[in-house]
């Protein structure tokens, strides 16, 4: 497996492997891999010819009082999980070269942005598309995996893509789990053992929408409210918000007409993470 450092040289290796008629499939990350983020190599192994993960932990998608600093770079681990998985290439740009003094030009995918996390995150999902759009013109996948945990950002970068007339073909990966349910997340390792204890709760109450909603339920606020309820059982599990949207504008929803996306986002009481889980009922995104 290659680990290459440089933007050129990764513009120049996916240049050679296309003019060669081989397909890439490419897989952003932040790093700190798990299981969900092998999930997404296996996907794009089993649809592209060669596999290209990108570990970078992007400064701008972070809020100023946000984890950019603390975030976890085990960056050798990484390479090694990365390797066993069977990526080609382990893209590692640095900050400097993405975004060099006088850097000023960012991606803003309007409306979106602001719903669900934007809410409380404000630049974040800019500083994603920002990144995304920059990863996707260096290497020049023809396919893109991503987690449907993240669901609002594989949203907001479907609408890039389709606006921007990016040609890439966005793949959404299901969520991969802990044995107790709780949705595999970097961030889980910021978790004391008492909040890592109640964390399963919150996909808990996720399913007993799920429940709920195969017995028929279709209104909005019900399936909201039994979700709330599971969350008000944990005190270190505090609710940011829950909220049954369109799955193509997050529009919120009074009913679950067809599709819709249920998402929920929590604050740990202790260690203050921020932890998100969703489901889609009636389809797929
Ligand atoms: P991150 O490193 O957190 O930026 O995530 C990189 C990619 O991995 C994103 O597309 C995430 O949605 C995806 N991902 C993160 N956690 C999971 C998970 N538990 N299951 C599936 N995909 C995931």
Known sequence: MNIIRSLSEMKKWSQSLRKAGRTIGFIPTMGALHEGHLSLVAQARSQADATVMSIFVNPIQFGPAEDFRRYPRPLEADCAKAAGAGCDVVFVPQKSDMYPERYCTFVTVEDLSGRLCGASRPAHFRGVATVVLKLFNIVTPDIACFGQKDAQQVIVLRRMAEDLNVPVTIKVCPTVREADGLAMSSRNAYLTPAERAAAPVIYKGLQAAR???????????????????????????????????????????????????????????????????????????
Do not use: M, N, W
């Open 211 to 285: 429940a709920l909603y195969d017995k028929g339920e279709r209104k909005a606020v019900r399936l909201s409210q039994i979700i709330e309820e599971h969350y008000r059982t944990a005190p270190l599990i505090k609710k940011e918000y829950i909220e049954i949207v369109d799955t193509i504008s997050l529009h919120p929803l009074a009913a679950v007409a067809s599709t819709a996306l249920v998402a929920a986002a929590c604050r740990t009481e202790e260690s203050k993470t921020r932890l998100i889980d969703t489901i889609v009922l009636g389809g797929s995104l």
